[in-house]
């Protein structure tokens, strides 16, 4: 059965990710925030969605990721400039990004070894 | 003045100073204080309800009687819900707006909040065209155009989402109540508004509390259901099965609490994303606030349960390696 492996190594994975995204919303979010300023999907989001009293770090941590992973995509609908993405640092991207890969790997072993085990 | 007002209190002040503040006569004053028992010798807190009593009588008018009463359910609603830590103030501008999506709220204050928000639309929907403008170009000259006047844009917009803020926040960054609510710009009220003014507030109040414990409920509600599992399995005499709902319920608990969360934020991210892209919505207004109440309870639910799944998994890998089952 290849189910349980599965789903015990996502959610070691999951639990993995709650200290490290605490960090990177906590260090990195507003630096990567800054590149981003002259984007309405990441300005009004944090405008919208920020009002709760962690400010709503983590929302627009997904929400900056999803920018960094499909700049092309939000172009397309006028929402960022690939050319502003692009002046983001390598590393800051990998704070940003990799977190959010890993958070998603784990949704994705969680919902594999779901269906698996149905 | 003729007859009996009542304005609405701006920010936190004692009693004796908010009197002051009136330069009420003396005889006025006395009545003042029988009118005004609800909040009488205390704070008076932002939001809440001032008469001023009918100057021409030392009895009590029906008028009076009829905003006393207001201005108590008004301290009530307030006290009772969400007053003494601001949620509602704080968060008036979004409550008022999912009420109105849900066709519960009673709409008498969203006439500002509409056109504040039509005109950060058309501010969006300007970055758009230029976006549009500049991607079909893509010169050299045309980018330093674009970003100069995307610069601009971008400053009217950050003008406006502030103004957005403040329509939340009025009474924190010392703004005004009455243009909050956007109810009123009159000093004074007449007895029509002040009651659509209670009615509001009433509520508002109702939802601004189900909405902020909804998810303390729900995770109390996740605390209780795991340790009445851990009791029944303990009550019953059987230590391994305690021992097993210990790990396997606590493991639940955890993971699915945590997964809910992230579910629930990376849902609402997408749910405008998706939104965005597929429809071409703009990303501030009611269709964006939808598609990130969709998205967010969809991933919330979901990425929980999957979650919670998981954590059974764990909690039992863990019993077994402790060595339980054995």
Redesign the interface.
Same mark, same amino acid.
């Given at each position: 059965m290849m189910s349980?492996p599965i789903?015990?190594w996502?959610?070691?994975l999951?639990?993995l990710?709650?200290p490290l995204n605490l960090y990177v919303i906590c260090t990195k979010l507003e630096e990567a925030e800054d590149y981003l300023?002259?984007s309405?999907?990441i300005?009004?989001?944090k405008?919208?969605?920020g009002?709760d009293p962690s400010g709503g770090k983590?929302?627009r941590?997904?929400?900056i990721a999803?920018v960094l992973l499909m700049p092309r995509?939000?172009?397309?609908?006028?929402?960022v400039?690939v050319e502003d993405v692009k002046r983001i640092p390598m590393p800051l991207k990998l704070w940003i990004v990799v977190p959010y890969l890993l958070?998603?790997s784990?949704?994705v072993?969680?919902?594999l070894?779901?269906f698996l085990?149905e | 003045m003729q007859g009996a007002y009542a304005y609405i209190n701006e920010r936190p002040q004692p009693y004796s100073l908010l009197k002051l503040s009136l330069s009420l006569n003396p005889y006025t004053q006395t009545k003042f204080d029988t009118v005004n028992q609800h909040i009488r010798n205390v704070v008076v807190l932002p939001g809440q309800l001032v008469i001023i009593p009918d100057g021409r009588t030392a009895s009590c008018t029906v008028e009076e009687a009829q905003l006393m009463r207001s201005a108590q359910n008004i301290k009530q609603a307030l006290l009772a819900h969400s007053a003494s830590d601001q949620f509602l103030i704080?968060?008036y501008d979004?409550l008022q707006l999912i009420m109105t999506n849900a066709s519960i709220g009673i709409g008498s204050a969203s006439s500002a909040w509409r056109k504040h928000l039509a005109a950060?639309e058309r501010t969006?929907h300007e970055?758009?065209v230029l976006?549009?403008q500049?991607?079909s170009k893509g010169t050299t000259a045309a980018r330093d155009e674009f970003l100069a006047k995307?610069?601009v844009l971008?400053a009217k917009?950050?003008g406006q989402?502030l103004g957005?803020?403040r329509f939340?926040t009025g009474l924190k960054s010392e703004g005004s109540i009455k243009k909050m609510l956007g109810i009123s710009t009159k000093s004074y009220w007449h007895h029509g508004e002040i009651r659509q003014y209670e009615e509001t507030v009433k509520r508002i109040a109702k939802s601004s509390q189900m909405l902020k414990k909804g998810t303390y409920i729900g995770i109390a509600l996740d605390v209780g259901v795991t340790a009445l599992e851990i009791t029944e399995a303990c009550s019953t005499g059987r230590e391994q099965e305690c021992k097993r709902a210990k790990f396997v319920e606590g493991?639940k608990l955890?993971?699915g609490g945590?997964?809910a969360?992230?579910?629930g934020?990376?849902g609402?991210?997408?749910g405008?994303?998706v939104c965005?892209?597929i429809f071409?919505i703009?990303?501030?207004g009611a269709s964006? *606030?939808g598609c990130?109440v969709v998205g967010g309870a969809v991933g919330g639910i979901t990425?929980g349960?999957?979650?919670s799944?998981?954590?059974e *998994?764990?909690g039992t890998?863990l019993y077994e390696a402790s060595g339980g089952g054995k």
């Amino acid at each position: 059965m290849m189910s349980e492996p599965i789903g015990v190594w996502s959610g070691v994975l999951m639990l993995l990710s709650f200290p490290l995204n605490l960090y990177v919303i906590c260090t990195k979010l507003e630096e990567a925030e800054d590149y981003l300023k002259f984007s309405s999907f990441i300005v009004v989001f944090k405008h919208r969605f920020g009002t709760d009293p962690s400010g709503g770090k983590l929302k627009r941590f997904f929400a900056i990721a999803l920018v960094l992973l499909m700049p092309r995509l939000f172009q397309w609908r006028c929402l960022v400039i690939v050319e502003d993405v692009k002046r983001i640092p390598m590393p800051l991207k990998l704070w940003i990004v990799v977190p959010y890969l890993l958070t998603m790997s784990s949704f994705v072993g969680m919902g594999l070894s779901w269906f698996l085990t149905e | 003045m003729q007859g009996a007002y009542a304005y609405i209190n701006e920010r936190p002040q004692p009693y004796s100073l908010l009197k002051l503040s009136l330069s009420l006569n003396p005889y006025t004053q006395t009545k003042f204080d029988t009118v005004n028992q609800h909040i009488r010798n205390v704070v008076v807190l932002p939001g809440q309800l001032v008469i001023i009593p009918d100057g021409r009588t030392a009895s009590c008018t029906v008028e009076e009687a009829q905003l006393m009463r207001s201005a108590q359910n008004i301290k009530q609603a307030l006290l009772a819900h969400s007053a003494s830590d601001q949620f509602l103030i704080k968060n008036y501008d979004l409550l008022q707006l999912i009420m109105t999506n849900a066709s519960i709220g009673i709409g008498s204050a969203s006439s500002a909040w509409r056109k504040h928000l039509a005109a950060i639309e058309r501010t969006l929907h300007e970055i758009d065209v230029l976006h549009k403008q500049y991607l079909s170009k893509g010169t050299t000259a045309a980018r330093d155009e674009f970003l100069a006047k995307r610069r601009v844009l971008f400053a009217k917009l950050e003008g406006q989402l502030l103004g957005m803020a403040r329509f939340g926040t009025g009474l924190k960054s010392e703004g005004s109540i009455k243009k909050m609510l956007g109810i009123s710009t009159k000093s004074y009220w007449h007895h029509g508004e002040i009651r659509q003014y209670e009615e509001t507030v009433k509520r508002i109040a109702k939802s601004s509390q189900m909405l902020k414990k909804g998810t303390y409920i729900g995770i109390a509600l996740d605390v209780g259901v795991t340790a009445l599992e851990i009791t029944e399995a303990c009550s019953t005499g059987r230590e391994q099965e305690c021992k097993r709902a210990k790990f396997v319920e606590g493991g639940k608990l955890v993971l699915g609490g945590g997964a809910a969360t992230y579910g629930g934020s990376a849902g609402m991210g997408i749910g405008v994303a998706v939104c965005a892209a597929i429809f071409a919505i703009p990303t501030a207004g009611a269709s964006a *606030l939808g598609c990130a109440v969709v998205g967010g309870a969809v991933g919330g639910i979901t990425v929980g349960a999957l979650g919670s799944h998981a954590g059974e *998994l764990i909690g039992t890998r863990l019993y077994e390696a402790s060595g339980g089952g054995k």
